[in-house]
């Protein structure tokens, strides 16, 4: 990079103040409450109707057609609140899903133990103690699959296989 701007003459640089002050923050907008038809909408999803279906429910749709029914369905479905609603619920549902899931492991897990402890048949017992190895903390059975990928070419490749199938072949 040169110094001089063709002329001859280095270039003028200025500083510029910044003011001193750091930008200011962009205030958070408070979130507003969603109006009644809007929660009856929000409901009839959670409920499982389609986003139409759920406007219908929650809007007097009388003077409307399937078409403006779908596009003003599709508009409240992708406002910010409502989405945010529908995202939290969803988010809700998968927590339940995943502590529900964690308390049924859980249960089963005693219960094995129990039985394997406990149970009077030796046949109870090794197959309760079987299923515990074979839980995903303990992975005791689990199978394990090694892959070696080797590059090589194919003449490299042809060479091998010919020699374990004559060592084969020698050992029949």
């Given at each position: 990079?040169?110094?001089?701007?063709?002329?001859?003459?280095?270039?003028?640089?200025?500083?510029?103040?910044?003011?001193?002050?750091?930008?200011?923050?962009?205030?958070?907008?408070?979130?507003?409450?969603?109006?009644?038809?809007?929660?009856?909408?929000?409901?009839?999803?959670?409920?499982?109707?389609?986003?139409?279906?759920?406007?219908?429910?929650?809007?007097?749709?009388?003077?409307?057609?399937?078409?403006?029914?779908?596009?003003?369905?599709?508009?409240?479905?992708?406002h910010p609140e409502v989405a945010a609603r529908l995202l939290a619920h969803q988010t809700s549902v998968e927590r339940s899903e995943l502590s529900h899931a964690?308390?049924?492991?859980?249960?089963?897990?005693?219960?094995?133990?129990?039985?394997?402890?406990?149970?009077?048949?030796?046949?109870?017992?090794?197959?309760?103690?079987?299923?515990?190895?074979?839980?995903?903390?303990?992975?005791?059975?689990?199978?394990?699959?090694?892959?070696?990928?080797?590059?090589?070419?194919?003449?490299?490749?042809?060479?091998?296989?010919?020699?374990?199938?004559?060592?084969?072949?020698?050992?029949?």
């Amino acid at each position: 990079m040169a110094d001089d701007n063709g002329d001859g003459e280095r270039p003028v640089l200025t500083v510029i103040e910044g003011g001193g002050e750091p930008p200011k923050k962009r205030k958070r907008r408070k979130r507003r409450a969603l109006t009644a038809k809007q929660e009856g909408f929000v409901r009839g999803l959670i409920k499982g109707l389609s986003q139409a279906d759920a406007y219908r429910a929650a809007y007097d749709t009388a003077n409307m057609g399937s078409h403006a029914i779908h596009c003003e369905a599709s508009l409240l479905a992708s406002h910010p609140e409502v989405a945010a609603r529908l995202l939290a619920h969803q988010t809700s549902v998968e927590r339940s899903e995943l502590s529900h899931a964690a308390t049924r492991r859980r249960w089963i897990v005693e219960r094995l133990t129990h039985e394997a402890t406990n149970s009077t048949s030796d046949a109870a017992r090794v197959r309760a103690l079987e299923l515990l190895g074979k839980d995903s903390a303990v992975k005791m059975w689990s199978e394990v699959v090694e892959e070696h990928i080797v590059d090589a070419s194919p003449d490299d490749v042809r060479r091998e296989l010919e020699a374990r199938l004559t060592a084969l072949l020698a050992d029949g």
